[in-house]
T-cell receptor
């Protein structure tokens, strides 16, 4: 069974630009969550989508947004990039929402210059 | 949100058992105790979870105190590949929002 796939793996963007990251969950999984990992703040929850609806949202500015498609694939978008947005962005998929185990992808390493 | 407390780091010798503790004194009745680990340069990996009873799987065992205010992840025979940061997380059925703390960095010596 294929795991969680995140694309691209690496990305370099300039301050002020926007970026879209993609996540394909494990087949049959309907919940997708996004996390940001930085050396200073550790792993922080961004948002969770289940059946195309945002279920939970972390404490991030509105520049961070996401969506989920009918096939459960998800995208997250960051607009007006700042240097501090440089991080590893991780996606996790779960079969359902509500306390089940999550399977993480390898992440997208975003560098903002 | 209920929080967890873990030691910053622990050391173990290869092939010996490892007991990783976690305190969660404000746990609520609907919180599950989840453990994840993150190996270097990889995304977090699910290890085990439980509610009240002790749990075993192929990776580890989870021992939960009777009052549920603490738990212990047990690796029965540590290998060098078990060197990772281990996170203890409380999760209820309101969603899959994992709140990661600092975790415990486990170092395994050959």
């Amino acid at each position: 069974k294929a795991g969680v796939t995140q694309t691209p793996r690496y990305l370099i963007k300039t301050r002020g630009q926007q970026v879209t990251l993609s996540c394909s969950p494990i087949s049959g999984h309907r919940s997708v969550s996004w996390y940001q990992q930085t050396p200073g703040q550790g792993l922080q929850f961004l948002f969770e989508y289940f059946s195309e609806t945002q279920r939970n949202k972390g404490n991030f500015p509105g520049r961070f947004s996401g969506r989920q498609f009918s096939n459960s694939r998800s995208e997250m978008n960051v607009s007006t990039l700042e240097l501090g947005d440089s991080a590893l962005y991780l996606c996790a998929s779960s079969r359902v929402t509500g306390g089940t185990e999550a399977f993480f992808g390898q992440g997208t390493r975003l560098t903002v210059v | 949100d209920a929080k967890t407390t873990q030691p910053n780091s622990m050391e173990s010798n290869e092939e010996e058992p490892v007991h990783l503790p976690c305190n969660h004194s404000t746990i609520s009745g609907t919180d599950y105790i989840h453990w994840y680990r993150q190996l270097p340069s990889q995304g977090p990996e699910y290890v085990i979870h439980g509610l009240t009873s002790n749990v075993n799987n192929r990776m580890a065992s989870l021992a939960i105190a009777e009052d549920r205010k603490s738990s212990t992840l047990i690796l029965h025979r540590a290998t060098l590949r078990d060197a990772a940061v281990y996170y203890c997380i409380l999760l209820n059925n309101a969603g899959n929002m994992l709140t990661f703390g600092g975790g415990t960095r486990l170092m395994v010596k050959p």
